[in-house]
């Protein structure tokens, strides 16, 4: 089995872009990923090709996949789309990983794209809910902040924790972002802009949330037989691990907790042969900001309870053990759906080959990304390992 | 690389069930793939799910797989969907062998479903019609059969074909149709039936179009290496090839061929290491008339033109060299966009088993299914083998 390597990554900026056509902002995140690929690399080098989208905003709703890759000149290229929601561009890279893995293709493009603001009125709001379990959730009414409002508030209720500790996700993560200039919110603020934000869905409130964005991500993966032709710069896929779980949040066994992220966190592990104590760094799903606290749980970084802890420690800052969303975050960098997962592994491949700008971090070796579909239906991690030049 | 087998294959009947569930579809399907299966199997033993689906209807566009894979009892399961249009449930199953071959899982479900009635007025139309170019085709007004009618226009006037041959694919369908408990319009028409039907799209007349159709489809798929737990009815997949193209046909190649057809077609003879000599039967995507005797040509049933010879010779029938399309196809077996593709491996394993009932051919070893997405934007075709029992 041929391990797969991340020999290249690259996206557009995340944010308001209503005008822009999605199959230029997947061209643009294609050609920064052919961009950051040390040796010569084109569209006829890439064997197999997997987008995750929600739909790019409605505008191609079936052959998505097809419709971004043939502009960016792929033809003849098996070209599948994946859908998993807000994981789509995870799942995407965890496909083109088998692919590899299964030895159809050396050479494989992951990417993600999303037009989110091209909507009138609330029609983002519906849209974005599409994920959302439809009979319970979406048709009742109840929106993802809603969704993650309970989580949150059966969280805060169960743990010492407040809604201070949602504020600091917040505080931490546009720190982080105001140094990434793909970020779409780049801006720093202050515990108290965090803290005295107007509600969105109590207990969470503006800063609380991430926003709606528009961008797309790409990512290169190459097969271990191939991989010394494009790079030096061994970045393995260690592991991989992914699950599902019931997509209705009143489904499932716990509020404060997400089963399908300890299932593919543990997968993901054993396939690497590192724990969380190896990791160097972590993107995770902050697409609220209770989100992030319950990843720290689900992925082992502390046990259930002390996310919290963790974060008033700066233990996640990026001069803490185990930084956490050096990229901002969804909360800072933005959320544009389909590209949020492929997007996470661009940052990975960037602080994994130095190139992280004002955000690198000291020499990492291991990196984690972890990307969530709806409010836990699936979710899929990678493990990212740099090895040293062979 | 460990081999994938087919150990088991069910539907539902294809039809018009518009206040049927999308989730009790699947269920059935899946129930019917499980008994299908030799040896004890459950949801349990599943280690992997993909789902291809346009979006149940749109029902529930994001999410859809955990959705249904949920409601039959899988948990903690990797479930993703896949979509490439009407060939969405084609690529599910070539994603549930890319996942056994990458030793990932061992057991994989592969399923497809799709309720396209449940609609008012034109809205089936407009649904389908999101799998179409949306520029150029969907918002001018262009329909799938309008495409397909520009294809046959062409092929008819490049070759020695006529609207007749058009309607001898209609009457050779629907015989194998009315054999087929499963077969949405199950019943037998003449020629002349065939020929003086209402026209849809010039030259495509009603007799010469698929139906829309609701239904769901699944095939368990097991490695080598664990394959004997389950079966000793040995259906390997021994080739898949797939191949995207660009979305509108406007922009391709020829309008009297399916580049992608063509080289999902060769990429799976070489994978199988056999060629077209070498098949018992094909199932091929027949969304419209003109769809069956291109496929003839670009899977090198016969050179390009001859398509239409090859059905008046009879080749194609039951009884000839190459029966093609024994379920009844797409035209008479009907068309529920996701669950079309897997529908055809169930077909073929049906076919391969001995299990086809009144369809049954004598005792055939190879089987082809050939799967396309829109007009051409994406094919899949998959080659099985049956191996004699070890």
Redesign the interface.
Known sequence: ?PDAYIVGAGQTEFGTFPSESYRTLFAEAFEAAVESVDGPIDAGDVDE?VVGT??VGG?????????V??HVG????????????CAAGG?AV??A????????ADVVLAGGVEVMSDMSGDATKYWLG?????EWERLTGTTFSGVYAQMASAYLDRYDATTEDLSRVAVKNHANGAKNPKAHLDFACSLADATDAPTVADPLNLYHCCPTSDGAAAVLLASGDVVGEYTDERVRVAG?G??????GLA?RDSYTAI??SK??GTRAYEMAGVGPADLDFAEVHDCFAIAELVAYEDLGFCDPGEGATLLREGVTDPGGDLPVNTSGGLKSKGHPIGATGTGQLVEAFDQLTGNAGERQLDDPTYGLAHNV??SG??T?VHVLEREAAR
Do not use: C, K, W, Y
């Open positions: 089995m090709a929600l739909g505008r191609q709703l079936g052959l998505s996949a097809p419709a890759t043939e792929l033809h003849n290229v098996p070209s599948t789309r994946v859908e998993n929601a799942f965890r496909q990983v088998q692919a590899i893995e299964s030895g159809i599409v994920s959302g379990e439809t991989v992914a699950a599902s779980d019931r997509v489904d089963s399908a299932e593919a579909g709806g239906g699936a899929v």
